[in-house]
């Protein structure tokens, strides 16, 4: 089984003053190539810490992080920087569009940062990737004229236009109704079939089930995997995945986690 992530007993502490916020707390976890996982939790729970040091976005206290073959942790920022923008593309909650620049200008923001010039065929496709989440024709509109859906969709493209391993998206419809909701489901499932990792941070759990797999985190810890199990905030113990719809016959294995 090949690897896209890998992380081993992975710590971060953010020092305030006096105080240590201890967010994540020995977390292990291996990432397949081609997974589809949901990461779950209550807030504060560690979830966006996870997403950050996993899209290299931060450095963690102690642990081993292995992202295509490099320990990120020996890294310099500029080889971060570069493993970074190659290997992953980030969708946020917020959108996190450039307000003044276009549709195609905020796709294309990921190449201002290559290795190398951008050339008329990136533009060429980025121009493609706007068309494959529907704004084809919506180019040189800017994030105010767009609707949350298609700023969205943007994010999305935006994400895919150094064409990366990984998508991390920190709930990526958080925002949305549901109607929009499933139409991104639909786009990231159509990436993950196409052979793309994704690791998405989530609240809800019909977002949630339609992942391959779900983690639940709290207090820092990976607290169980498997399918979440309705509104009373509980989860399964230990390592079993279950991706069936009869967990409500399991319920004794379910453990509260408020
Ligand atoms: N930059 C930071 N400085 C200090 N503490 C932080 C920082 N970022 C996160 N924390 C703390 O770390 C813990 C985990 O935060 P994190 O943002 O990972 O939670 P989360 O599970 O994503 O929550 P939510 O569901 O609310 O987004 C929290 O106690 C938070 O206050
Ligand atoms: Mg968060």
Redesign the pocket.
Known sequence: MELAAEIIDLHKY?F?GDNV?K?LNGVSLEIPKGDFVAIM?S???????LLNLLGALDRPTSGKYILGGHDVSQLDDDELSAIRNQMIGFIFQSYNLIAQYTVLENIEVPLYYGVRPMNAADRMKCRDLANEVGLGDRLDHRPFQLSGGQQQRVAIARALANDPEIILADEPTGNLDSTTEAEIMDTLRKLNEEGRTIIM?T?ENEIARQAKRQIF?KDGVIAGTGIFPGPSAVAPVGGGVSNDDSESDEADEWVDLS
């Open positions: 953010y305030l916020v967010a939790g807030s504060g729970s560690g979830k966006s810490t941070v609240h985190m």
